[in-house]
């Protein structure tokens, strides 16, 4: 076996640590972990690419890993284009390794249900530092049928999609602070008028169904957005076929649902894209457009706003921008119609990426404390962000500031809310809706928050159906084609495909999720 | 009066039996690699006909029996993507190969050495860029920034021609992709020609050229039959291989447009983006039995007709 | 096939020094073709005319993308993003070559490169050569099952997971530079093509081999390979391309960074920027990467080195090699 010659690799790490001495202050707390000998490697499967300085940084991490707890890390990197593809592989193939990052929208269920993933439910509460990292909130979030399959990775408590627009732009149009839909509209079409060589906004290739729906708001959802704690939506995975939930009905122990074309707000998120295209709001070329194309002409002042998640990364745009427009800023919209502070928009608390451990080829136990170990606030910092003072400093309201371009995933390996530091080039607006999307409380919490529907007895018209979708939807998202026409065609592509038959299977398994959460 | 060539059919003398075993060894490593990486694998074929199950294995896995073929072919769309898959194989095949041809003959009349040598160079390129750049500049062509703009509609408004919106116009696309097959292929195919071309001795030519021939009527009677094994061999490989849609190329320009999958969506595509998400296994793999069976009869009949055709250039 | 010709025997040894000329330019001295009068020899001809002009065309629908990428990878991120493209490099911009060169181990990564290119073209030309003249030799009861033998794997595979596990379990060819080359060794289009052409060498001059008593052996090597040196040059040339351009292999097999062939490196950084500034922890650095530069750039740096292959390759397109084949 391979680890062998690991763990010699980690004894002559160690030997020739000796000489360097400890004075890195990596010699945290104690370890608290139960008793038994861990060895060997920990093999981390990760997404993206290994950062610059990587070598130094898990040189360092190991030595004090190897001696708190015996054993090392490891990782190996896939890049983002195959990593779906190839981390299946591994799986499949009874590769050894400890964790991985996995996803509904890569291939975790199909994984939990072959007993690939090894049960974490009762594993967290033996870990002292990871226990307080994780709230029971986002615990309880992510179970599957009361088991927890995978370690959250999370930066705040709610993800809401929203508007990224140029502040800038704004207020010398005349906009102070867009709170509602209408507003919203009208900078659009003032940007449209007013500024050429300007589109007013950028849509990309991958986002497809956000832009009509979403928990709770699609962006060009206008009745979403002025009802945000109505819809919840679901979807059997890798189907494409988002079922629309009445939240208020599901509060009476009822489930009511609808294919999305057959929701208010999403039939009226379809007329105002097709209008916006037509009028040239957004980009012809959005259902080709690739993510990186958009925000490489976002950041070279083309587009007056884009797409933007509650989760920091919205002002790393500002950046780039500014070499472009100097006098850019970004300010960050969520029209609900009036602050922020004053809704409690719907949301499942679901994390969007998990840590998953290997059931065939994993140690448990040595996964486990490699994730307590990082969940120090020394060992976190040194491995997510790099070495201090070399790759990063600190900055004075806990936030980072970074010195080289290390840039390692941590959302594959070591994401904790509590951990996570801000970057130091947050706007202000950005900081105010970050902050906001923080705390539970701020929130209301879903009726179907952990449901999480099964695909294995639709499979196959789940496959077809995506095809549908792809189709037949993908035109209607980016409002290429008529409206009416197309939804007829997509009506009848989807009913040859059997969505009467995904409907029944969602409302079954929907209304088995609301019974067995009243016991 | 021409002169004809006379075909000699030559007689094919029998090897020794001590040549033989030096033969046998010749091919012994060319064998031994196809045992151990082509047909090793070619065992996990049986994973088409089961319920794949990850924990399980290929081998542990249950016997399904042909269920995994019926998400296909079950499907209401399998009739249009095959027909795709056919259609645009056969103009993709046709086209290059006639482009590849028509290169090779007409570089081979060229006789400035460097520029031969220049252009030879120049168009064998294409081949090698990733379809990736390949759908950019398509789009910087079709499309422009935005969507609304292009060199081709800037051309067409020159001559008050109507604007296309080329990526929301299916009927259009199997010719655009076709252009770029043979920008991609042309050069590439070209230089198998070339190569066959070189080893006509230039007395042919020369005597074609006696006899009063022109270049042209020397490019048709005397160098054209000269490749027509080499064309043939190209012919029934790339029938083989018709039932297997162009993925890279194709994914990369049509992406997830739907409204241009009527006529460019290919069983590869189609396959891919079904499973992408759900990762069955076993479909995978029956799907791609499927179409190496449809491939094999086809190529079958085709050699089966070459040989009667031109028995001694056939394949088999 | 070969043609009559008032023609001489030739030796051996006389073929092999005809091998090694190239056409030389002639003298133009008007004749007169007896028959119509016209006159022969090299002027110009309306088809010819019509090649150059043909060509020159062909030529430039694809220098022009050519020239669209390279002026494309040194010309800065703001103008590309906003028109897309770019015939001329204003303003001018090496920050994308900077970042595939300083972006970690390129100098590991065009050795890993430069080992699988050339162990493996040599080892695929072999294997490919002696398979497919084995084949062309048309022997019964070998050569017909040898050609099905060869081809099925162009149609069946089993797929992605066995070959994996093959690899990996099997032969354990993990973080090993041939778990690239012997996966993709053999290409059953690049033995039939090889087969074609050695069927149209002319078996007049194997006879006469024969006839002085040299063996199958001896005849392959001191024979047909000399004469073969055309097809021997395309085989090169296509092989060696598909092991420079290989990455999905090295994606599979090599988990070693400093192992990785250059493909793959670059890949790894074009996807990782096209995807990272979508993802969360995405940093400013990567946001503010130059997506279009660098993937024309990486175009640029895949297509150099076959562009400065090809030429070399063409030296052994070369004319007359079967002077004078004999049929008394």
């Not at chain 1, 486990?368 to 060992?379: F, G």
Request: glycine share 8%; with cysteine.
């Amino acid at each position: 076996m391979s680890t062998s010659t690991l763990n010699r690799r980690g004894f002559l790490a160690l030997t020739g640590a000796a000489g360097i001495g400890i004075g890195l202050g990596l010699v945290g707390c104690t370890p608290s972990s139960p008793a038994g000998s861990l060895s060997g490697t920990s093999m981390a499967i990760l997404p993206s690419t290994a950062p610059s300085s990587w070598n130094a940084v898990l040189a360092q991490a190991n030595k004090a890993l190897q001696k708190e707890h015996g054993f090392n890390l490891n990782a190996q990197f896939i890049n983002w284009q195959n990593y779906g593809q190839q981390a299946l592989l591994k799986f499949t193939a009874g590769a050894k390794f400890d964790t991985a990052l996995q996803a509904l929208w890569l291939n975790m269920a199909q994984l939990q249900q072959s007993h690939s993933l090894a049960d974490l439910t009762d594993e967290i509460n033996k870990w002292p530092n990871l226990k307080k990292q994780l709230s029971d909130e986002l615990i309880d979030a992510n179970k599957w049928s009361g088991k927890l399959w995978g370690i959250p990775q999370v930066n705040s408590a709610a993800r809401l999609q929203h508007f990224s627009i140029r502040k800038d732009l704004a207020d010398k149009l005349g906009f102070s602070d867009i709170q509602d839909y209408d507003t919203l509209e009208k900078y659009l079409y003032d940007v449209k008028q007013k500024e050429s060589g300007v589109t007013p906004f950028g849509v990309a290739a991958n986002q497809t169904f956000e832009l009509v729906l979403g928990t709770p708001s699609g962006l060009f959802n206008q009745r979403s957005w002025e009802n945000p704690t109505e819809a919840y939506v679901a979807q059997f995975a890798g189907s494409g076929l988002w079922f629309v939930f009445d939240e208020k009905a599901a509060e009476s122990g009822t489930v009511k649902l609808v294919p999305l074309w057959e929701d208010e707000g999403v039939l009226g998120a379809f007329a105002k894209i097709r209008q916006y295209y037509k009028d040239g709001i957004i980009n012809a070329d959005g259902l080709n457009a690739e993510n990186a194309t958009i925000q490489s002409q976002f950041t070279a002042g083309k587009y007056a706003g884009q797409w933007a998640m509650t989760d920091g990364t919205a002002s790393n745009a500002l950046v780039a921008l500014r070499k472009a427009v100097p006098n850019a800023d970004l300010e960050e919209v969520l029209p609900y119609g009036g602050a922020i502070t004053s809704v409690k928009p719907l949301q499942t608390f679901q994390a969007d990426n998990l840590v998953v451990v290997n059931a065939n080829g994993g140690d448990v136990h040595r996964a486990l404390a490699l994730q307590d170990w990082l969940s120090i606030e020394k060992n976190h910092d040194l491995v997510e962000y790099g070495i201090e003072g070399k790759d990063w400093e600190a900055t004075s309201d806990g936030g980072i500031k970074q010195l080289s371009d290390y840039s390692f995933p941590g959302y594959g390996l070591l994401w904790r809310s509590g951990l996570e530091r801000k970057s130091s080039f947050m706007t202000e607006s950005e900081k105010k809706v970050f902050a906001w999307a923080q705390d539970y409380g701020n929130f209301t919490k879903s009726a179907y928050a952990s449901f999480i529907p099964d695909v294995t007895p639709v499979k196959q018209a789940a496959a077809q159906m995506n095809n549908v979708m792809t189709q037949y939807a993908n035109p209607l998202y980016y409002g290429v084609v008529d409206v009416d026409s197309q939804l007829d065609k997509l009506k009848r592509a989807a009913d040859a495909a059997g969505v009467s038959s995904l409907q029944a299977e969602m409302e079954k398994q929907a209304n088995a999720y609301l019974k067995a959460q009243k016991k | 009066m021409q002169r004809s060539a006379a075909v000699a059919a030559p007689k094919r003398r029998k090897p020794t039996s001590r040549g033989t075993v030096g033969l046998l060894l010749l091919a012994l490593p060319g064998v031994l690699w196809f045992l151990i990486f082509a047909y090793g694998p070619m065992a996990g074929l049986v994973v088409a006909f089961k319920d794949f199950n990850i924990s399980q294995g290929i081998f542990g896995s249950a016997w399904n029996g042909l269920d995994n073929f019926k998400y296909f072919l079950a499907s209401g769309d399998a009739p249009r993507i095959v027909l795709n898959t056919v259609f645009l194989n056969t103009l993709f095949l046709g086209a290059s190969l006639l482009a590849g041809l028509l290169l090779a003959l007409m570089l081979n009349e060229i006789r400035g050495h460097f520029y031969r040598r220049f252009m030879q160079s120049t168009i064998f390129f294409p081949y090698f860029v990733s379809p990736i750049i390949i759908a950019i500049i398509l789009q910087v062509i079709l499309s422009g920034v935005g969507g609304r703009g292009g060199l081709v509609n800037n051309l067409l408004s020159v001559v008050d021609l109507p604007q296309v919106n080329w990526y929301t116009e299916p009927g259009a696309w199997p010719w655009i992709l076709t252009f770029v097959k043979v920008w991609q292929l042309g050069g590439y195919t070209s230089v198998i020609f070339l190569a066959a071309i070189t080893s006509i001795p230039e007395e042919v030519y020369e005597a074609a050229s006696i006899d009063g021939a022109s270049r042209a009527r020397m490019a048709l009677s005397v160098t054209t039959p000269l490749l027509l094994p080499t064309m043939g061999i190209l012919i029934v490989l790339g029938i083989g291989r018709i039932f297997f849609g162009d993925f890279a190329t194709i994914y990369a320009i049509v992406g997830d447009n739907g409204t241009l999958f009527p006529t460019t969506d290919v069983i590869d595509t189609y396959v891919f983006r079904s499973l992408r998400t759900i990762g069955d296994f076993g479909t995978t793999a029956a799907i791609g039995l499927f179409q190496s069976v449809v491939g094999f009869v086809f190529v079958t009949a085709a050699v089966l007709v070459q040989r009667r055709v031109d028995r001694e250039s056939s394949i088999l | 096939m070969s043609t009559t010709i008032t023609g001489r025997t030739q030796t051996i040894t006389d073929l092999e020094a005809g091998a090694v000329l190239e056409e030389r330019p002639r003298r133009k001295r008007r004749r007169r073709s007896p028959e119509t009068g016209r006159p022969i020899g090299k002027r110009a001809e309306p088809f010819t005319i019509i090649s150059y002009i043909c060509v020159t065309l062909f030529g430039l629908f694809c220098l022009i993308p050519l020239w669209m990428i390279i002026a494309g990878s040194f010309t800065d991120e703001t103008q590309l993003a906003k028109t897309g493209y770019s015939l001329w490099p204003a303003p001018f911009s090496t920050t994308a070559y900077q970042m595939l060169f300083t972006g970690g181990a390129l100098a590991t990564s065009y050795t890993a490169s430069l080992f699988i290119t050339i162990v493996g073209t040599a080892l695929s030309l072999s294997c490919t050569a002696s398979l497919a003249w084995v084949i062309a030799r048309r022997l019964p009861r070998i050569s017909r099952p040898l050609t099905i033998f060869a081809y099925i794997p162009m149609l069946f595979t089993g797929g992605l997971v066995p070959l994996y596990l093959l690899v990996t379990q099997v032969l354990s060819l993990n973080n090993s530079w041939f778990a690239v080359i012997l996966p993709v060794m053999l290409a059953p289009f690049l033995i039939f093509v090889a087969v074609s052409f050695f069927r149209q060498l002319p078996e007049e001059i194997l006879d006469s081999a024969r006839i002085d008593g040299a063996g199958e052996l001896r005849i392959f090597f001191q024979i047909v390979i000399p004469l073969s040196k055309p097809i021997l040059a395309v085989l090169g040339l296509f092989y060696a391309v598909t092991y420079w351009n290989e990455w999905f292999m090295a994606l599979l097999f090599i988990s070693d960074p400093s192992l990785y062939p250059l493909q793959l490196t670059l890949q790894n950084l074009i996807a990782n920027v096209t995807n990272a500034a979508s993802l969360p922890g995405a940093t400013a650095a990567q946001a503010a990467a130059p997506i279009y530069q660098l993937r024309f750039a990486m175009t640029v740096l895949t297509i150099a080195p076959i562009l400065l292959a090809y030429p070399f390759a063409q030296r052994f397109f070369v004319k007359g090699l079967t002077l004078g084949a004999t049929k008394g």
